[in-house]
């Protein structure tokens, strides 16, 4: 008993809050992911919340004998332990995972981060909108010197205005709702510029659009699935591109593997199979198999795909005296090694620097006054097919990905910013002004977006700027059909406080594809913990009124007649 | 709203309430009382008129960004003082409390965006909104006021011999004070990241200052003015503080409780560690502490009113810090 009231007493119970406030606090102020990962889900967090419930099962049971007339705290106390009760069930028995749908499509899987989850029903869209508010826009005029600015005027396509007197005004030409600034390659006067290669991807799952890279500013490019990496190498002169060029074998790309050596000094080889060196101690280290994608199927090391998930390489080291030992290396787990207990031979590790992880990389190596030169390296391929590109030839890369057209060759390159409408109403509004003195256009004119640059006025000290907001979202409307056994069996229209929920999992709209709108991104949960959850809250509320208002109502009544008698 | 005529007949009427309780602060006679609580009631329904009157212009409940929800957090300051006022009497709390929702008021129109903006499609569930906000903020002024006993009682232990209460005032004065004045600083851009740290000490400093500068004549006024004739039982104070406290706390619970049904319906996680949810959290646990000190431990005085004070600035930094200081999913609140 007096352990009981030990464990559950109100000092370890401030104790506990406590160290639980200050774990909190010590969160929020940590990244997200972070925090997540160091102080939420971590252990002793988890401990401590256990800890709690402990110490308030402890007090609860300590103290039966007065639950009668404690009956609102002691339900408030209990009603703890059901929202954890459902914590617990969800993270043991909830799903989560996200999944990204386009008009037509079907899913009837998952991903949960780790794994695929099936779903025993399909999930059909048929349609995605996006409702926007409209935009607003207005244009303001200043000039320096002057008291204060013109007043903020609505902008009307071919609207003219005067302002400041003197003969200025300014004219609105044209009005879009939605524009962006995307950078561009343009010719640069001779001397001033740099090399910039014009491509155009295609024929892979992304629609066909046009890149470009530009020395020194945009070497790389690579697609957001990783499929695909294009990476410019402007060489000196073709002897050094020549070099260089031979140089890229299959393989390149995969990384190294590094040895330390006695003296402090590293020994490095390339993680592809075949490459040997011999270390100051005389032993022979060679690369066996590299296997971007390392998975133990029915006890025997495979290569699950060509993409770079869990890279990993095979190592053999034979020693002076012939004894050989064969180790695999992981590029994202530099510690296996060592957590296995095989400290033995020397430490080897397989470094491979995060931005290389792509199936198909296309190197084109370019010399000023020359062609281009290309190489593509593609994980799994013992060949490098390689060319030299003039403007206009199509490169093949892989059927997955399709082909990149060298569209121009531009000597001399400079980037420029162009105004163009935004293929969603993501952008900002804006107005294509002309500045005016009596009438006649002063300048070019020029698109002004909300909140970019003000425009400079030709004379007098004069600018323009659009102020407001883009389009903002008002809705998504992701509407779904239910497909089970081949028979529609319900409909809904998903939005943001309206999810679908059917066969025990939910579906909630949880993003979109915010540069074309095309596709929509619902999150999948199944949350069996929620009506536990919910019957905590309910309990929680009901136990503090019940024993702030209730009980000193009750115990009023019963005491109100004893006063009376004496 | 700003451009609202009721708004400006709202301002004047606080300002009138504010000076009346301010020159009644000691007063005891009943006609005094009730027409300073009249007026009081007369104000808070104007108050509630100007809420409406926004509520019908935007079309949905105004409980979206900071100019809305000083607004609200105003009107739930004055509710609950004149509730305090109607059951413990304590009327020298007056001339703070409708202060604070003057103060709250100016805030929201001094600082803050006053323009009626559309919701983003989360926020579009006027039940959710409504509940969730308006319990938030019913805890909010009923904290406030909470805190507002703290600093009596805090003055209240001040006597001839050591002004220690005082300072502990204005150091408990400084705390709120001075985000607000860096919040001020760093929209005016006067204060770029790479500073915040001296120049946060120095403006905590300064405030500090001005805050010693004030609260000791205050308190010296207060005992000269014989504060304490005006509560009768000393014990009233303590036992309105923790009522109200208690009150704070089951309309927090409420708040949270809300929240979490709300993120459940429209991101399909009740509960996600965002930093606008663990701050409410962290301020539940130490009113939660302050609860099981002073009914669990049966302990009083420093120690709970403390406790009550910090639990207040948690109160403050759920509200502000953490929308201008730690992002989160409530990031739009921060306009």
Known sequence: MSILRTIGSAKAAVLLLSATA????????????????????????????????????????????????????????????????????????????????????????????AQQRTLPFSVHLTDFTVERYPPTAELTVVQTGAEKPEKPFEMTAGSERPVFGAGWAIRVDDIKDSLGESPKLVSAPAGSGKLGVRIKLGGGPHASHEEFLLEGEREEIATPDHLLRVVLRVMPDATTRDREFIALQPGAGNGFVEMAEPDGSKLRLEAR??????????????????????????????????????????????????????????????????????????????????????????????????????????????????????????????????????????PQATLAHEVAETASGEGRPGALVQWLKNGKPVGQPAWLLAGGDPAMGPDAGLLAAVTGYGARVKAFRSTVQVVENGAVVKEHKIEVNRPLVYGGYSFYQSSYDREREKWTGLEVARSPGVPLVYAGFILFVAGLVVALYVQPLLKRGRTAPNEEKP | MTESVLFNILYIAYFVTTLFYAFTIFTT?????????????????????????????????????????????????????????????????????????????????????????????????????????????????????????????????????????????????????????????????????????????????????????????????????????????????????HR????????????????????????????????????????????????????????????????????????????????????????????
């Open chain 2, 244 to 335: 109200t406290l208690l009150l704070g706390f089951l309309f927090l619970s409420i708040g949270i409780v809300t929240g979490s049904v709300w993120a459940q319906e429209a991101w399909g996680r009740y509960w996600g560690w965002d930093p606008k949810e663990t701050w409410s959290f962290i301020t539940w646990l130490i009113y939660g502490i302050h609860l099981h000190v002073r009914f669990g431990w049966q302990k009083r005085g420093v120690l709970t009113i403390w406790l009550a004070i910090l639990g207040y600035w948690a109160v403050v930094f759920t509200y502000f810090g953490v929308n201008f200081l730690l992002s989160g999913l409530h990031s739009y609140a921060a306009s």
């Open chain 1, 22 to 113: 200050v774990a909190c606090l010590v969160g929020t102020l940590l990244p997200q992911a972070q925090a997540n990962h160091f102080v939420y889900r971590a252990a002793w967090f988890l401990a401590l919340l256990g800890a709690l419930c402990i110490n308030l099962i402890c007090c609860t049971l300590g103290r039966y004998a007065s639950w009668p007339n404690r009956v609102g705290s002691v339900i408030t106390h209990l009603s703890i332990l059901f929202v954890v009760a459902g914590a617990i069930v969800d993270g043991v028995w909830g799903v989560r995972g996200d999944v990204q749908l386009r008009i037509g499509e079907s899913m009837a899987a998952f991903g949960t981060g």
């Open chain 1, 273 to 410: 199979p075949g490459q040997k060196v011999t270390t100051q101690a005389g032993a022979v280290v060679e690369v066996l198999r590299y296997a971007p994608h390392f998975v133990i199927d029915g006890g025997a090391v495979k290569n699950a795909s060509e993409r770079p998930v869990n890279p990993a390489v095979q190592v053999r080291v034979e020693s002076k005296d012939g004894t050989k030992k064969d180790t695999w290396l992981f590029a994202h787990f530099p510690d296996f090694r060592r957590m296995h207990g095989q400290q033995a031979g020397p430490v080897a590790t397989y470094v491979r620097p995060a931005d290389i992880d792509f199936v198909h990389q296309l190197f084109l190596y370019a010399v000023h006054d020359g062609d281009i030169a290309y190489a593509v390296v593609s994980s799994g391929r013992e060949d490098v097919p390689r060319g030299s590109a003039v403007s206009g030839a199509r490169i093949a890369i892989a059927v997955e990905v399709g082909t990149v057209e060298i569209v121009g060759l531009l």
């Open chain 2, 29 to 241: 006679r009943r006609g005094v009382v009730l027409a300073g609580r009249g007026l009081l009631l007369v104000t808070l329904l104007l108050h509630t008129a100007v809420i409406a009157e926004r509520w019908g212009m935007a079309g949905r409940p105004p409980m979206s960004n900071m100019f809305e929800t000083l607004v609200f957090l105003g009107w739930g300051i004055a509710l609950v003082y004149l509730t305090v006022e109607i059951k413990y009497g304590l009327r020298v709390l007056g001339m703070p409390a409708v202060l604070a929702a003057l103060l709250s008021l100016g805030l929201a129109t001094l600082v803050f965006p006053g323009t009626i903006e559309p919701l983003m499609p989360a926020l579009q569930n006027s039940f959710w909104l409504t509940t969730h906000v308006s319990f938030c903020f019913f805890g909010y002024g009923a904290f406030s006021i909470g805190y507002l006993m703290c600093l009596l009682l805090l003055i209240r232990r001040t006597d001839g011999h050591r002004n220690a209460g005082c300072y502990l005032v204005a150091l408990s004065v400084t705390a709120l004070v001075a985000p607000v004045v860096m919040i001020e600083l760093r929209r005016h851009g006067v204060m770029t990241l790479t500073l915040t740290v001296p120049v946060a000490i120095a403006v905590t400093a300064v405030c500090a200052a001005v805050a010693g500068l004030l609260t000791v004549p205050v308190a010296l006024l207060a005992r000269v003015a014989k504060l304490d004739s005006t509560v009768k039982n000393p014990d009233v104070l303590e036992t309105a503080l």
